[in-house]
């Protein structure tokens, strides 16, 4: 029998909010892709308006890298293949 302080699973709070934790898009430098370009596909993939998506740009352009996006996993799937079918160098990560 569980008594009323303990929970069926098991899991700890420390796993649930592992599971919680968001998945963040990460776009990296490269020597090939203009600013502009850049600048562009970020407007275009994310519906960002001009002023974030040059600020995200130049943040991998003096960065080396930038999260453009934090959330499920499945979208961050699904928006770093879209980031790699217009040949930007992105990977993906669970947050912190």
């Given at each position: 029998?569980i008594s009323s302080?303990?929970?069926?699973?098991?899991?700890?709070?420390?796993d649930?909010?592992?599971v919680?934790?968001?998945?963040?898009?990460?776009?990296h430098?490269?020597p090939?892709n203009?600013?502009?370009?850049?600048?562009m596909?970020?407007?275009?993939?994310?519906?960002?308006p001009?002023e974030?998506a040059?600020?995200?740009m130049l943040?991998?352009h003096?960065k080396?890298r930038s999260?453009?996006?934090?959330?499920a996993?499945?979208?961050?799937?699904?928006?770093?293949?879209?980031?790699?079918g217009?040949l930007l160098?992105?990977?993906?990560e669970?947050g912190?």
């Open positions: 029998m302080s303990q929970t069926e699973t098991g899991t700890s709070t420390k649930a909010t592992a919680d934790l968001p998945w963040n898009v990460i776009v430098n490269d090939i203009l600013m502009s370009y850049v600048t596909v970020f407007q275009k993939v994310f519906g960002y001009k974030k040059e600020a995200h943040e991998v003096e080396g999260i453009v996006w934090s959330g996993r499945e979208h961050a799937e699904h928006y770093v293949q879209t980031l790699h217009y160098l992105a990977t993906m669970r912190e």
